[in-house]
Nanobody, 122 residues
């Protein structure tokens, strides 16, 4: 079993900053990508940022220049530094990982964290 545990959400005023963390644990052979998605009330879940292993990071246009994704591969952890937060960033933020659990199989498994609430007041 694999678990993704998020932390760092909370309440902040517009213009403020928050840092989200997500640690993956369990039976993991290799992590091929980690990232963050978010879902606001009444809206579909959307990509915020992803970071493939050995590949280019990808950001939603709405967060470019404000959010930064990073990984600590030794800790199987992904971070999201969120600066200049806006009320429209209010959402539940979900960690995502695409990984292999066995060295003998190239099958990739997809996992989600439980979500952490980010609320930005105007």
């Amino acid at each position: 079993q694999v678990q993704l545990v998020e932390s760092g959400g909370g309440f902040v005023q517009a213009g403020g900053s928050l840092r989200l963390s997500c640690a993956a644990s369990g039976t993991i052979f290799s992590i091929n990508a980690m990232g963050w998605y978010r879902q606001a009330p009444g809206k579909q879940r959307e990509l915020v940022a992803t970071m493939p292993s050995g590949g280019n990071t990808n950001y939603a246009d709405s967060v470019k220049g404000r959010f930064t994704i990073s990984r600590d591969n030794a800790k199987n952890t992904v971070y999201l530094q969120m600066n200049s937060l806006k009320p429209e960033d209010t959402a539940v933020y979900y960690c995502y990982a695409r990984l292999r659990i066995r060295p003998t199989s190239y099958v990739e498994n997809h996992y989600w964290g439980q979500g952490t609430q980010v609320t930005v007041s105007s």
